[in-house]
């Protein structure tokens, strides 16, 4: 065994205090990323990726259809209108679907939103991939003006067979205040 | 070692000094009993509200301060702080050690629990109120939505962590390092074992609720999103971090005072433990299952069907090495030739209630039935029957089976059994009708209830305060004990009692074993 | 009687206990009015007669040896103290009885998370202190609406007698058809709340950023409370849950007359009220809105005062300002998301007006419509 000092009983509390240290590390280090890779890998929680899906030309399964479901909601003291441009399609896995949300800041100042997809059931989120997404970036509107917000996707293949109906909610925050400076910049 | 010893100091500084284990386990007592005085009363605020529908003395969000502090404080600074107490006193003298393995880091792992809980009370009168987000505070209520005050109630939980961390680190390397020769590890004490392990589990997760304080603290302060959906986070997963804590937590609390258990049936039994072996393992095993079992705290928050089932099965497992331990208690007291001491009364007491507790804890676990138990008064119900009828009956049996040793003196026996019999009356008033409301679609962290749940919290309040006043008996009870109680000689005060504590005299010297006794290898284990 | 008989009969005797259920003093759940709720009730029941059933024997030795084995009775203590023969039946044992009690947990719980194939779908946003409920359909104008708590603050502070329903009533419930799978997403506004009607067996957290879904098949009309399940800040104890469910043409009758009302809103939005109409429906916004924090008499408490304050008397901009987009850091939230223009225009006419206040002020739809435009 390591000795560090002359004392066994402090040696122990050393190493003790070393474990106490990792665990600690450990809460950033792996719990936060192991919860995020969790979440990509298995799709728990319906969080989808937050980065574009290379698209592999597939083909398309005619057989089988999904309804896949679209919510927009405001977070606390967002102003603007968001809604998406239909509530819901009718679509084959493996197909590529676009679609676009409307969204409008109603307001006289210049606004950045942040869009946060959400997927239930969680297990579909993993068979659920954005091709194109506003999500993917933060969304600077000019006071008093409006933008079609477009999302392209496709259904995997793969989606478990008892998945008829995927519902995708898009939360908008006001993130204004956190890129202010960058709006000033512009 | 130094071979020169004066007995204790005079005056103050003799208790801001001390490294004697002895006057630490009594400072972390009476601290935690002070602690458990607090607690209840802001548990007797609480109860006093809701003895009617209505509003009558506070405002709803002084209302969850009163329940947030409630919580914080008797986990904290009642229950904790005593098992520690506990374990100074006693874990020394089971292994005929003379001290703590770090006497120092004794000192401060006490001293800096007063500044922390100071701390954390003086959060009442600032600016927003003191916490008021439950002790279980979930972000964002307790980010985003958190009053001023969640800083310093921040930097108190690391305060009280970092005292958790280094009494425990203390207690391993004691263990490991200073038994007397001939004490094995399987001689050891049970209630010796059952703080090995328990201190195991704080080492290893009190940095983790540090880490979930500490990402509040970013999230806050610092522009992070660990918990919020806006900058990529997730609420979730702070209650995944929590409860990572949170489980093993609750083990924590309860381990060592089945250690107590362990201890005192065997005495009045006048038998050995029934089991010593089994019982370890089992302590072991629930040790163990305590890690992976985190999520059964939050089944209604969507998890995949897959995960829900797992921590359903794994939570359920529990039951097992819990069960073992109650047959082997009871075993214990079968054919032996029992007596019915306070001590006694509060450990039957905690073997009849805390396995309510865990009853009520098997229909938690069950998933789809817990859609209806969840966050509502069933799930207060049952862990006041752990931790108040658990925990907090094994610690006042403690104090009752060793004070004779530590003072010289006898508590009144008369007084004691009308402090168990009152607190087992009143405990059962308050929290057993808490099950009928629950069921019956009361939810938990509530000011006010609709009218149908009337009748039972009046009852419950009422039981509260018969309960609260009981342990105003049992302060008087002690206090009149250690100064004028009839005294006590005999090496052994109790004629069933085992273990090395019992061979030193009574009272226990201010230094004990400062020459290892010879432990006899043929001796039963206490 | 042989033990199954009399598990039998035990059963039987406590499966009336759901007529216990939604009386004054109910001990036990309720069944409920759906299959999924009685599901639950029965797996309930069975892990608590088990319990019960274990228990009284373990405590029954126990009391045994307590009664007999007393050093009082001279007994003279065994010296036992290990068989590990025993130790493996007590380990065994229990785990079998728990791998019996996990098949039907598990059955249930693969149903409960059974949301396929629903025939309604409502979107339930929890909000600092109560629900919105807006109907999912492909029209571009969704029913919507929010359900506040309906308990007058008098009631709560004992001026005035508690109704039947105290604390368990709304203003706008939630209204389904029977006998129809109704699927509902949960989501939250600004922090963790958790929706939960017991009768219907539902409760799932609400959770800000993230969607959550359940659902429940109502079998029998009725009108179902519940409440807040997860602690969201002071009123948590104040935003109930109130579903009424009807037969399918009542259900549609309510969504024609709930579209029709939207319209209706919608127009009057433009229209120039007087001031006798914007100060009572003001009023009414008022008590569901604002009077918890500021006040009956608009005298304060967690938020200020109305009654003299310099938002209520001074530039209408900063109040419309304040009221819309709240003050960041203290509890006053945005109401903007949460009130119609038409709301919005009587509440402040109100507060400017009420009190002791008498600006004379009135402001109208279009105003709040205009300055949210900026």
Same mark, same amino acid.
């Given at each position: 065994m390591l000795r560090l000092t002359n004392n066994p009983g402090t040696d122990t509390a050393l190493k003790l205090a070393a474990v106490a240290c990792v665990m600690f590390a450990f809460v950033f280090v792996v719990m936060v990323p192991l919860y995020d890779v969790m979440c990509d890998v298995l799709g728990i929680n319906g969080k989808t990726s937050g980065s574009a899906y290379t698209a592999v030309p597939a083909q398309v399964d005619t057989s089988r259809q999904v309804t896949v479901q679209f919510i927009a909601t405001n977070n606390d003291g967002m102003p603007w209108v968001f809604r998406p441009e239909v509530r819901q399609l009718t679509v084959h896995p493996g197909e590529a679907v676009d679609m676009l949300f409307h969204a409008t800041n109603p307001t006289g100042a210049a606004m950045v939103a942040q869009a946060i997809p959400s997927v239930t059931p969680s297990r579909a989120a993993a068979y659920f991939h954005k091709t194109e997404c506003f999500c993917f970036d933060q969304q600077p509107l000019e006071g008093r003006s409006a933008a079609e917000m477009p999302l392209q996707f496709v259904v995997d293949q793969a989606l478990p067979g008892d998945i008829r109906t995927i519902t995708l909610s898009y939360t908008l925050f006001d993130v204004t205040a956190m890129t202010g400076d960058k709006i000033a910049a512009r | 070692?130094? /071979?020169?010893?004066?007995?204790?100091?005079?005056?103050?500084?003799?208790?801001? $000094?001390?490294?004697?284990?002895?006057?630490?386990?009594?400072?972390?007592?009476?601290?935690?009993?002070?602690? &458990?005085? *607090?607690?209840?009363?802001?548990?007797?605020?609480?109860?006093?509200?809701?003895?009617?529908?209505?509003?009558?003395?506070?405002?709803?969000?002084?209302?969850?301060?009163?329940?947030?502090?409630?919580?914080?404080?008797?986990? &904290?600074?009642?229950?904790?702080?005593?098992?520690?107490?506990?374990?100074?006193?006693?874990?020394?003298?089971?292994?005929?050690?003379?001290?703590?393995?770090?006497?120092?880091?004794?000192?401060?792992?006490?001293?800096?629990?007063?500044?922390?809980?100071?701390?954390?009370?003086?959060?009442?009168?600032?600016?927003?109120?003191?916490?008021?987000? #439950?002790?279980?505070?979930?972000?964002?209520?307790?980010?985003?939505?958190?009053?001023?005050?969640?800083?310093?109630?921040?930097? /108190?939980?690391?305060?009280?962590?970092?005292?958790?961390?280094?009494?425990?680190?203390?207690?391993?390397?004691?263990?490991?390092?200073?038994? %007397?020769?001939? +004490?094995?590890?399987?001689?050891?004490? *049970?209630?010796?074992?059952?703080?090995?392990?328990?201190?195991?589990?704080?080492?290893?997760?009190?940095?983790?609720?540090?880490? %979930?304080?500490?990402?509040?603290?970013?999230?806050?302060?610092?522009?992070?999103?660990?918990?919020?959906?806006?900058? #990529?986070?997730?609420?979730?997963?702070?209650?995944?971090?929590?409860?990572? $804590?949170?489980?093993?937590? !609750?083990?924590?609390?309860?381990?060592? %005072? $089945?250690? =107590?258990?362990?201890?005192?049936?065997?005495?009045?039994?006048?038998?050995?433990?029934?089991?010593?072996?089994?019982?370890?393992?089992?302590?072991?095993?629930?040790? &163990?299952?305590?890690?992976? @079992?985190?999520?059964?705290?939050?089944?209604?928050?969507?998890?995949? =069907?897959?995960?829900?089932?797992?921590?359903?099965?794994?939570?359920?497992?529990?039951?097992?090495?819990?069960?073992?331990? @109650?047959?082997?208690?009871?075993?214990? +007291?079968?054919? #032996?030739? *029992?007596?019915?001491?306070?001590?006694?009364?509060?450990?039957?007491?905690?073997?009849?209630?805390?396995?309510?507790?865990?009853?009520?804890?098997?229909?938690?676990?069950?998933?789809?039935?817990?859609?209806?138990?969840?966050?509502?008064? $069933? =799930?207060?119900?049952?862990?006041?029957? !752990? +931790?108040?009828?658990?925990? =907090?009956?094994?610690?006042?049996?403690?104090?009752?089976?060793? *004070?004779?040793?530590?003072?010289?003196?006898?508590?009144?026996?008369?007084?004691?059994?009308v402090h168990f019999w009152v607190s087992f009356v009143g405990f059962n008033i308050t929290f057993f009708p808490q099950h009928f409301v629950g069921l019956a679609g009361m939810p938990r962290r509530v000011p006010d209830y609709a009218l149908q749940f009337a009748d039972f919290n009046m009852m419950s309040s009422i039981g509260a305060f018969v309960y609260g006043a009981s342990q105003i008996l049992f302060l008087y009870n002690v206090i009149a004990t250690i100064v004028a109680g009839e005294k006590v000689s005999d090496e052994k005060v109790w004629d069933g009692a085992e273990g090395l504590e019992w061979t030193v005299p009574t009272p226990a010297p201010y230094h004990t074993f400062e020459v290892p006794p010879k432990v006899d290898t043929a001796a039963a284990h206490g | 009687m042989s033990f199954k008989k009399s598990l039998f009969v035990a059963g039987a005797a406590m499966s009336s206990w759901p007529l216990l259920a939604l009386a004054q003093n109910q001990v036990n759940m309720s069944p409920g009015v759906t299959e999924i709720g009685a599901e639950i009730y029965d797996l309930h029941m069975l892990i608590l007669i088990i319990c019960v059933i274990i228990g009284l024997l373990v405590f029954g030795v126990m009391f045994y040896s307590i009664i007999y084995h007393r050093k009082s009775r001279g007994v003279v203590p065994a010296q036992f103290h290990e068989s590990t023969k025993v130790e493996i039946a007590w380990t065994a044992v229990p785990f079998l009885i728990l791998v019996g009690m996990a098949v039907p947990a598990t059955s249930t719980l693969l149903e409960v998370y059974d949301n396929d194939e629903a025939e309604l779908d409502i979107l339930i946003t929890g909000y600092q202190w109560k629900w919105r409920y807006e109907y999912l359909d492909d029209s571009g104008a969704p029913v919507a609406f929010f359900s506040n708590l309906a308990t007058s603050q008098e009631a709560i502070y004992n001026t005035e007698d508690k109704g039947q329903n105290y604390l368990l009533e709304v203003d706008e419930p939630l209204v389904i058809p029977v006998d129809t799978k109704v699927r509902f997403l949960i989501t939250a506004n600004d922090v963790i709340h958790s929706w939960w009607v017991p009768e219907m067996a539902v409760k799932r957290d609400a959770i800000p950023g993230f969607i959550n879904e359940a659902w429940s098949k109502v079998s029998e009309e009725g009108i179902y409370r519940g409440q807040c399940t997860e602690l969201c800040g002071a009123y948590h104890g104040f935003m109930p849950v109130v579903v009424h469910a009807v037969s399918q043409e009542e259900f549609d009758s309510w969504m024609a007359a709930k579209r029709a009302e939207k319209a209706t809103e919608l127009a009057s939005a433009s229209v120039e009220l007087s001031l006798d109409a914007l100060m009572s429906e003001g009023e009414a916004v008022y008590n569901t809105q604002c009077v918890a924090c500021h006040g009956a008499a608009g005298e304060g408490g967690v938020g200020k005062a109305i009654a003299g304050s310099a938002v209520a008397l001074g530039d209408i901009n900063t109040h419309l300002d304040v009221s819309i987009k709240g003050v960041a850091g203290t509890a006053m939230q945005a109401f903007g998301g949460q009130l119609s223009d038409t709301e919005m225009a009587a509440v402040i006419t109100y507060q400017r007006n009420a009190f002791g206040n008498n600006t004379g002020d009135v402001v109208q739809p279009a105003d709040v419509a205009s300055y949210r435009k900026g």
């Open positions: - | 070692m130094g /071979a020169h010893h004066h007995g204790p100091a005079r005056g103050i500084t003799r208790w801001l $000094f001390t490294t004697n284990h002895k006057d630490i386990g009594t400072m972390y007592l009476w601290f935690s009993f002070a602690m &458990f005085i *607090l607690g209840g009363a802001f548990a007797m605020i609480i109860r006093a509200e809701l003895f009617q529908p209505g509003m009558q003395l506070v405002e709803p969000g002084f209302f969850n301060q009163m329940t947030t502090l409630h919580g914080l404080v008797m986990v &904290f600074g009642a229950i904790m702080p005593s098992f520690v107490g506990l374990a100074n006193w006693l874990i020394p003298m089971m292994i005929g050690a003379p001290d703590m393995a770090l006497p120092r880091m004794n000192n401060w792992s006490f001293w800096i629990l007063p500044p922390g809980f100071l701390m954390l009370a003086s959060t009442l009168f600032m600016e927003g109120g003191a916490p008021a987000f #439950g002790w279980t505070f979930y972000a964002p209520l307790s980010t985003t939505y958190a009053a001023p005050s969640v800083t310093f109630f921040i930097f /108190a939980i690391h305060v009280l962590g970092m005292s958790s961390i280094m009494g425990s680190i203390n207690i391993i390397a004691t263990v490991m390092n200073m038994r %007397a020769p001939g +004490m094995s590890y399987m001689k050891l004490p *049970l209630f010796v074992w059952t703080w090995l392990i328990t201190a195991f589990l704080l080492v290893a997760v009190m940095p983790v609720l540090a880490g %979930a304080v500490t990402m509040m603290l970013m999230d806050i302060h610092f522009g992070t999103s660990f918990f919020s959906a806006a900058g #990529g986070g997730d609420p979730v997963l702070f209650q995944h971090i929590f409860w990572f $804590f949170g489980h093993p937590e !609750v083990y924590i609390i309860i381990l060592p %005072a $089945f250690g =107590v258990v362990s201890q005192i049936i065997p005495a009045f039994s006048r038998k050995p433990l029934f089991g010593y072996a089994s019982m370890v393992y089992a302590t072991a095993s629930i040790a &163990f299952l305590s890690f992976i @079992v985190w999520a059964h705290h939050m089944y209604t928050v969507g998890m995949p =069907v897959a995960g829900e089932l797992y921590f359903m099965y794994a939570t359920m497992l529990i039951a097992v090495p819990t069960g073992v331990k @109650v047959f082997n208690w009871i075993s214990t +007291m079968w054919r #032996g030739a *029992l007596s019915f001491e306070t001590p006694m009364l509060f450990s039957i007491g905690f073997l009849v209630l805390f396995t309510i507790g865990g009853f009520t804890g098997l229909m938690l676990s069950i998933a789809p039935a817990d859609f209806q138990y969840h966050d509502t008064y $069933f =799930v207060v119900a049952h862990f006041h029957y !752990v +931790m108040v009828a658990g925990a =907090v009956f094994s610690m006042t049996a403690a104090v009752y089976f060793w *004070l004779p040793k530590w003072t010289g003196r006898m508590y009144n026996e008369t007084m004691g059994k | -």
